[in-house]
Nanobody
Framework: VQLVESGGGSVQAGGSLRLSCVVS????????MGWFRQAAGKEREEVAT???????RYGEPVKARFTISKVKSTNTLYLEMNSLKPEDSAMYYC?????????????????WGQGTQVTVSS
C-alpha cells in the first residue's frame, strides 16, 4: 500500500488549504485513515481520523476548523483546513490502519506517506 500526499504550501494566517492523499495498492474503504502532523522539535500528533464507516474524530487544536473526508471512487483522502494559524505549521502525514475502526493509537497505523509541508505565516 502506498500513500502520496499533496496540497501543502505556504499561506497566511486565516487562510485555507486542502491536503490530498492518494492511496494505491488497497481500497481506502478497507482502512482507518488518518492525518497526522509533526512540527519542528515536537512529537507527531493526530490531527483527524475517519473509519471505514466514515466516523470522524479530530484533535482538540483543529476541531471546528479542519474537516477530514474521503472519496472512494478515486481512493483519495482529504483534509480541508480553514482558519489556519501559525501553530498549524508542520509536516502533515497521511496514514492507514488495517484495523478499520480507528480504535488504536498512532503506533497502530501500518502505512504512512512521505508528508507534505504546511507553513502558516502571521
Amino acid at each position: 500500500v502506498q500513500l502520496v500526499e499533496s496540497g501543502g504550501g505556504s499561506v497566511q494566517a486565516g487562510g485555507s488549504l486542502r491536503l490530498s492523499c492518494v492511496v494505491s495498492g488497497g481500497r481506502i474503504s478497507w482502512y482507518c485513515m488518518g492525518w497526522f502532523r509533526q512540527a519542528a522539535g515536537k512529537e507527531r500528533e493526530e490531527v483527524a481520523t475517519i473509519t471505514n464507516y466514515n466516523i470522524t474524530r479530530y484533535g482538540e487544536p483543529v476541531k471546528a476548523r479542519f474537516t477530514i473526508s474521503k472519496v472512494k471512487s478515486t481512493n483519495t483522502l482529504y483534509l480541508e483546513m480553514n482558519s489556519l494559524k501559525p501553530e498549524d505549521s508542520a509536516m502533515y502525514y497521511c496514514a492507514a490502519d488495517v484495523s478499520p475502526g480507528c480504535r488504536g493509537p498512532q503506533s497502530s497505523f501500518d502505512y504512512w506517506g512521505q508528508g507534505t509541508q504546511v507553513t502558516v505565516s502571521s
